[in-house]
């Protein structure tokens, strides 16, 4: 149910967001966003991520080849950088350096 809503919320951003940018300019705007709707997918396992897509009627490819122009994976400070990793600096932070770790695996696989 939480990434189901996440997801939804996530979307709605976006849609709002672009729908600002595109009123704001003559241009074609750029949209750099922080997470998208596929990053959930690394926090469901294969029967609850099909459940997400089932009730928002689209599949992997419309959200994953269609929905962005172009994807940047930066990989976690966790796997590498452990010394800038941790609840100290990001009291939101709730992972360990190892489910970080599994959890950024898991998304630079996503957009594969």
């Known amino acids: ?8 919320t996530q979307m ?4 709002h967001f672009s729908e600002i940018a595109s009123l704001q300019s003559q241009h074609n705007p750029i949209l750099l966003i922080d997470r998208g709707v596929m990053d959930g997918r690394a926090y469901c396992d294969d029967q609850a991520w099909q459940a ?6 689209l599949t992997v490819v419309q959200l994953r080849d269609k929905r962005y122009n172009a ?3 930066l990989v976690t400070a966790a796997d590498g950088a452990e010394t800038y990793y941790g609840t100290d600096s990001n009291q939101s932070r709730h992972e360990s350096i190892e ?3 599994q959890v950024d695996k898991n998304l630079s696989l996503i957009h594969i």
């Open 1 to 8: 149910v939480f990434q189901l809503s996440l997801m939804l």
């Open 12 to 15: 709605a951003f976006e849609e």
């Open 52 to 57: 997400i897509l089932d009730e928002i009627g």
């Open 71 to 73: 994807v940047l994976h």
């Open 99 to 101: 489910f970080a770790r």
